[in-house]
């Protein structure tokens, strides 16, 4: 039986994610869990580095989060 990822913790669900690498449902939860977190940048699948340029705001998150 599959737990329920809806009321699971991010940090609970990544680690069943990092246990459970080919479950698509645990997968898609994840994802709408952290999408739905402040501060996400939502962006359009790149085609080449230079697409970065378009997204100054994810750089700006990730040069931060670097730091």
């Not at 809806?6 to 990092?18: G, V």
């Not at 994802?31 to 340029?53: F, H, M, N, R, Y």
Request: glycine share 2%.
């Amino acid at each position: 039986m599959k737990p329920n990822f809806t009321t699971m913790s991010r940090a609970a669900l990544k680690s069943y994610l990092l246990a459970h690498r080919n479950d698509a449902a645990a997968m898609s939860a994840y994802i709408q869990k952290i999408s739905a977190e402040p501060g996400w940048v939502e962006c359009s699948a790149l085609t080449s580095p230079a697409d970065l340029d378009n997204y100054p705001e994810f750089l700006e998150k990730v040069r931060r989060a670097g730091q």
